[in-house]
């Protein structure tokens, strides 16, 4: 069975940095596309970034510079790292299974909270 | 980067109605189109891609249509599992790009 399971959300202060986790079973995570979606308290989905199987990945501008996508296939895990944060990453964030057009696949989210 | 509206925002409707959501896109997209489904404090679900597919495991009653700005999601009975607010999103160009979301409600 396919599962994802996202961890290391956390209350930060702004300006501080944070490494979220995606735990994959049931395939190679580096088999497919992977995707980062985040939802603000209360509003709709954002996209955040994607990496491809071949590794080259793709931000929103909102998160340029700032986040960066990657992945371990000894763990099997996708990782977002999010550095100089601010009170507007405030969300839910999801990693997805990612078929190039759709996400068929979600985790169940991990919270971030960036407040003083 | 593409826009993408949805309407309405949201909707009232009783079990058994005929439920429809539009999806607008600011620029052509093709088919490049996805339906989502939300539930309160749970993961987004595929419904329907590439605009009319619908995903392994989707109720019948989920249909979509179109193609290059203006889309349709139908829902042609609505039972009590499907409260929620379903999202459209565009897969043609990055970045992907989400409507705001259509919240439909019990009447």
């Known amino acids: 069975e396919v599962q994802l399971v996202e961890s290391g959300g956390a209350l930060i202060q702004p300006g501080g940095s944070l490494r979220l986790s995606c735990a994959v079973s049931g395939f190679t995570v580096s088999d497919y596309y992977m995707s980062w979606v985040r939802q603000a308290p209360g509003k709709g989905l954002e996209w955040v970034s994607v990496i491809y199987a071949g590794g080259a990945a793709y931000y929103a501008d909102s998160v340029k510079g700032r986040f960066t996508i990657s992945r371990d296939i000894s763990k099997n895990t996708l990782y977002l790292q999010m550095n100089s944060l601010r009170a507007e990453d405030t969300a839910v964030y999801y990693c997805?299974?990612?078929?190039?057009?759709?996400?068929?696949?979600w985790g169940q989210g991990t919270m971030v909270t960036v407040s003083s | 980067d593409i826009q993408m509206t949805q309407s309405p925002s949201s909707v009232s409707a009783s079990v058994g109605d005929r439920v429809t959501i539009t999806c607008r896109a600011s620029q052509g997209i093709s088919s490049w189109l996805v339906w989502y489904q939300q539930k309160p404090g749970k993961a987004p679900e595929l419904l329907i891609y590439a605009a009319s597919s619908l995903q392994s495991g989707v109720p019948s009653r989920f249909s979509g249509s179109g193609s290059g700005t203006d889309f349709t999601l139908t829902i042609s009975s609505l039972q009590p599992e499907d409260f929620a607010t379903y999202y459209c999103?565009?897969?043609?160009?990055?970045?992907?790009?989400f409507g705001q979301g259509t919240k439909v409600e019990i009447k």
């Open positions: 997805a299974i990612d078929r190039r057009d759709d996400l068929v696949i």
């Open positions: 999103q565009q897969a043609n160009s990055f970045p992907r790009t």
